[in-house]
């Protein structure tokens, strides 16, 4: 491995690398020890709530003030990104926009290395009128580009792909994209679930229409904190079907339909925020801003090269590309019998998990240290010469 960059790592403060090799970024980040501080506070904020309103004076705000922790590290301004119960809920709310029914242009194009939450949802459009093309994988790790491109056409409304994808790690290359559809007058939403707190993300620049998440695995929160943006420009534009009051201009007015949107990203908001969520993320969103995407796409592309070169220096098969280039921050290695292995890993406290058809996942975030990738790689070897499976690409 090419020598190792000094950086703060701030493995003290997440206790679940004590238990061994985490390397499950794809999937759950470790708690921050900081994480039980901020439950603690919720629980304190909920049982004074008699005497001190939360909601005036905490938790009406946090969503907002979440969002805008989360629109930095996607590389977008202040006031772009509502907080949504999870990242189907995100895309469903987005879908909600459009009406494809009355309208030629009502082709979404999708790819088949999303992830299946998403390919659900766009398939549940097509009772509503829309078609859904997805862009087929030939090796089940990368698409052409040209390929996503010829897809695009003057009938694309929307083009909803995974930035990273979930079962090989393979990028897309979003300036091609956004171009081609502006070209074409489409819109882009890109699942940036898999690249948010370790890919460089650049919302603004790219003019990106809709980005959607979470926040359990990059970014080292809690469950049930999914994310959209939506561009600002485009915002006031936008009805979503899936809505609720909160979404309403003036939510405490409690007054008859018909709905009056928010002007701000709000209007993307349904019902009663998920406050313990929010609680959850915060530490998580302070470290990965304090430590940088940058520094940690560096570190990732340094440790990604590695368990990739060490892969194909045994003839193991690697389900991930080859190129930095078009690659995340995980490494899929080919296995035969991937819960049987990710059990033997577990058991030497090596952490990492696997999907069908693709063998392990393994991802070192910037708290792993290079000897523990080192080290997880030289168990993967032992226990592969040990089964004797005939693993080799
Ligand atoms: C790329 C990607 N998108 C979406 C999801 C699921 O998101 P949610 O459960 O928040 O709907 C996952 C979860 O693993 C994922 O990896």
Known sequence: MKPETRINRRREEFPTLASG?????????????AARESMLAYYEAWEHHTSEDAWATSWWEMSAQVGDGIAQ?????????????????ALSSVL???????SKRNKIVASALDFPSMQYVLDAQTPMGARVQIVPSDDGIAIPLERVLDAIDDATALVALSHVSFRSSFR???????????????????????????VPLRASAWNIDFLIGGTIK???GGPACGYLYVRPDLQQQLQPRLTGWVAHAAPFDFAQPPMRYDNSVRRFAQGTPSIPALYSVLPGLQIIE????????????RRTEFMIDFALERGWKVNSPRDVNQRGGSVMIYVEDGPGMVKRLNERKVFVDCRPGVGLR?????FNTDEEVHEAMEILAELISCQGNNILG
């Open 362 to 366: 393994m991802s070192a975030h910037f």
């Open 21 to 33: 090799i985490h390397l499950l970024s794809h999937s759950l980040g470790p708690v921050p020890r």
């Open 73 to 89: 590290i996607l590389g977008g301004n202040a006031g772009s990104v509502q907080i949504q119960p999870n990242a189907s809920i």
């Open 290 to 301: 304090e430590v940088g995407v940058e520094t940690m796409r560096a570190e990732s592309e």
């Open 96 to 102: 909600s926009c459009f009406d494809f029914t009355s």
């Open 218 to 220: 990059w970014l080292c």
């Open 172 to 198: 897309v290359d979003v300036e091609a994209i956004v171009q081609r559809a502006r070209k074409h007058g489409a819109w882009v939403l890109l699942d940036v679930y898999q690249s948010a707190g370790v």
